[in-house]
């Protein structure tokens, strides 16, 4: 008995590793709430985290702010920051005017504030009055399609307009006056000269090469700075503009500082810097004020070298399975659409009504989740489904949160695999999305529940068009939507080739762009490597994709392949227990189940032969007892 004890502890301890089987990974943080951002602490922009923050950089100051609201996801805002960047940089010397801020709408911290302030798309350039006060609809203004080109012009004319601007703010106004001596009768007295620049009488909306230096140099205690299209007393010796003049207070005398050739905003301040100079004028601190720096609260729990080690670790093995999906990459995708990107719209009603019950629709009938993950996304969608006019994107966003707690566990990962980048803000979350929906795709076909070959496409399609954050994406999305005419596909594997090309085709479009990882370049898909007998001919000379000979048969034989839910893999995976059993562990636990009907049945054997053995041994001793003679009638009877 007690070998056979040793033998059962021995198998249990077997199936226990043939389940855990595959590296040990430590549950660690690569969702897309714990993204860094666009922004560094070096960079001239304040990166705002969480609702009270956002508060108290914004509202009952006595500055105003320009706001960029993004997703660290979108590519158009990637494209974006840069130049966002530039704005804070340029802008460095006027901090105690203007705050340049940015908040990434992709963060969990911040999903409230992006709600609240009622933020559609990305990225969304908000500018905030000076001693802003909170309030009902208080959004700020928006600036419509933030252009990377008019951004200090469209903040210039915020300022100058501004109708909360402090009294210690510079005059933004052209200046007007009939001679040199009226210029100072509004100035201080301690001002010894006044510096104007004549800007282009053609085009005095968008000419603010005066406004901007005036902001350059606004800390001027002895000399001021105005701008005007023209004044009477003023002759300058070319037409060439913007022109600077300087008018001294003491003999009203005017110094033409400008030439013929024309100055650029960087030109008059140093013009007017070297004038101070010679006039024996103090030259203003033009460095910028540091700003307040965010602090994110490190995760302790799991050093950051244990954390790189489980990331290379992944990566080591990813980059050995070629044409694989990870289940960890599908419910990242998931996880940010219900968590994130829907509960984003305060009411969420009409045609982003019906996109989204689509779109649940086809999640509660093709992910592949466990049984707690199926519940979840039924009762979602029932809940959903019952909503005849609206639904708030607070109200979404608890019912789900409560749903996944009473249901846990719902997810078997918080990070990507397969999707993920080292380089922040790549791939990720758009790369997991389109293998979502490629994923749906195929689910469809091979789980045959409804023959509508459009009813994954038209979730996809409302999805991104009401949903996805990356305005410049969806837009593209919807445009080649139209052109390869998505609405006459006709069957379902039809729909499978469709979304392959449309896929490659984005990927032709963005292959070389700044949203590409150099360590995952775009290529057409898939590449000759992961299926040889998908592509016809000489591979080697088709690296554009323009004239790929695709064999589509095989094609789509190779996506229902990979795509197919008994081979997505689990890697990176940290709880079996929220997905089905898989074919291995099945067979792992019935291979335990004969075994032990082998002991059982050896056990029997060995008591049966026990027994036979037994009865054979008392047979023996019983026939070694002493031999009896044999009896006859006359021993009983007698002689006679």
Known sequence: MNVNFVILLGLLGLLNAVQGRGIPFLKQSQSPAEYNGLYMKTDDVQELIGKEQFRTAVFHQNRASFVEFYNSFCGFCRRFAPHWIQLGEETRSWRDIVDILAIDCSSDENSDVCRDFEVMSYPTVRYFPANYEEGPKQIGKSVYRPDSETLKETLINFLHTDEHKLPSWPDLDDVTADSAAELFTTAPQNIKIVYVVLENVQEPNKNTTGAQVILDLHKMKEALVRRASSLDFLHPKSDTRPALFAIHRDDLSIEELSG???????????????NLVKNNIAVPQTSPIPLPVSEKTPD??????????????????????????????????????????????????????????????????????GENGRKFLKELETFVGQKEDSVSGEEFEKYAKNLEEANRPVFSSTKFVGCYSEVDGLRRYPCSLWLLFHHLTVAAVEQNVSTDPLEVLHAMHGYIKHFFGCTDCSNHFQEMARKKRLFSVASQDNAILWLWSAHNE???????????DPAHPKVQFPSAAECPQCRRGDNASHNDGSEIPWDRTEVLFFLRRIHSVQNISRLGVDDESALPATLDVLRAKRYVSNVFSDIDMRMGLLLYGFCICMLLAAVRLFLKRGYRKKMYIHDLLGKV
């Not at 990870?326 to 996109?355: K, V």
């Not at 984005?506 to 590409?516: C, F, H, P």
């Open 260 to 274: 013929d050739k024309e100055a650029t905003r960087e030109d008059l301040r140093n013009m007017i810097m070297a």
């Open 300 to 369: 302790s729990s799991i050093p950051d070298w244990m954390k790189h080690k489980q990331d290379q670790a992944i990566q080591d093995k990813v980059a050995q399975m070629k044409g694989v999906v990870f289940q960890a990459d599908l419910e990242q995708a998931l996880r940010f659409s219900i968590f994130h990107e829907i509960p984003r719209y305060g009411d969420i009603r009409d045609d982003r009504l019906l996109a989204l019950k689509r779109f649940l629709s086809v999640l509660s009938r093709y992910f592949p989740f």
């Open 506 to 516: 984005v990927n032709r479009r963005l292959a070389g762009d700044a949203t590409e």
